[in-house]
């Protein structure tokens, strides 16, 4: 299973992003896809998640509205757009899958938001 983020950078309060999380090694299609996040001393916390098949999406209260998850299953991705971005939202964005009962990570691409 190799997870690849990608798409983080600077971006102004108030701007948007789109994260992607490139999946290989495992049949994507059948499997639930998160992402998290992890700012500097805190601790990891749940962002989006995304059934199998893309019909269902769930966000913590603090998020929804802002963030959207998405997947295409044909290429294997899936997406975390970012909007209306606040300072606090700086971190590092990983995407995870539970596959066989092991959690697998990608590296992370990391989100700062400042002016």
């Known amino acids: 299973v190799q997870l690849v983020e990608s798409g983080g950078g600077l971006v102004q309060p108030g701007g948007s992003l789109r994260l992607s999380c490139a999946a290989s090694?495992?049949?994507?299609?059948?499997?639930?896809m998160r992402w998290y996040r992890q700012a500097p001393g805190k601790e990891r916390e749940l962002v989006a998640f995304i059934s199998s098949g893309g019909g269902t999406t769930n966000y913590p209260d603090s998020m929804k509205g802002r963030f959207t998850i998405s997947r295409d299953n044909a290429k294997n991705t899936v997406y975390l757009k970012l909007n209306s971005l606040k300072p606090e939202d700086t971190a590092v964005y990983y995407c995870?899958?539970?596959?066989?009962?092991?959690?697998?990570w990608g590296q992370g691409t990391q989100v700062t938001v400042s002016s």
């Open positions: 090694g495992f049949t994507f299609s059948s499997y639930v």
């Open positions: 995870n899958t539970r596959v066989n009962r092991s959690d697998y």
